[in-house]
């Protein structure tokens, strides 16, 4: 089975710069996660979709970052413009349902640089 | 609101000596925990998880969890370290509708 994929896996960008990240999360997933991960940090969780819907957006600091999942499937999340403590990197994942009972699998992360 | 303690930061173990990380959680129902590992450049892979049922629970790579409701606690262990088990350590409690909390990690270092 495939698992959650990401793309860039790298990015370096100048301050005030836009970038965007791409996931595909595993086929039947309705449930798909972003999450900031600083470094020496936890992951912090950042936007949760219900197939389309956003169920949590609440630590999304909206003024500049965006994320969308049309179709349900594949999501994208956007940084305009991007700031110096934006560094970190951006880990997608899903589960099959939004239950606390789910298991949350992770892909590869995106790892932004912001100089 | 639900939280996650894990008080260290970095833990330095021998090979083939035992392994425990320590987990605190804060949270006023029933928690569904979580233990994962990030490898360097890697993403988190999930190693254990504790539901309900049997205290202990076992995971994969050897490690195994205890949860202790009355010490709010879920330790991670292992009998016997392996230098492939280098890797940063984060202890997960989910809250919400399955939101995942995370604890700050515990960085492994495995001397030979």
């Known amino acids: 089975e495939a698992g959650v994929a990401q793309s860039p896996r790298y990015k370096i960008i100048e301050k005030r710069q836009s970038v965007a990240f791409w996931c595909n999360p595993i086929?039947?997933?309705?449930?798909l996660y972003w999450y900031q991960q600083i470094l020496g940090q936890g992951p912090k969780l950042l936007i949760q979709f219900q197939n389309n819907g956003v169920v949590d957006d609440s630590q999304l600091p909206k003024d500049r970052f965006s994320a969308e999942r049309l179709k349900g499937v594949d999501s994208t999340l956007k940084i305009q413009p991007a700031k110096l403590e934006d560094s970190a990197v951006y880990l997608c994942a899903s589960s099959t349902g939004a239950g606390s009972g789910n298991t949350i699998y992770f892909g590869e992360g995106s790892w932004l640089t912001v100089v | 609101a639900q939280s996650v303690t894990q008080p260290d930061i970095h833990i330095t173990v021998s090979e083939g000596a035992s392994l425990e990380l320590r987990c605190n959680y804060s949270y006023g129902a029933t928690p569904y925990l979580f233990w994962y590992v990030q490898s360097p450049g890697q993403g988190l892979q999930l190693l254990l998880k504790y539901f309900s049922g049997d205290t202990l629970v076992q995971g994969i790579k050897g490690f195994e969890a205890e949860f202790k409701r009355s010490q709010s606690s879920f330790n991670l262990r292992k009998p016997s370290v392996h230098w492939s088990d280098a890797a940063e350590y984060f202890c997960a409690v989910v809250s919400g509708y399955s939101t995942l909390t995370f604890g700050k990690g515990t960085m492994l270092l495995v001397s030979p």
């Open positions: 086929s039947g997933h309705a449930t």
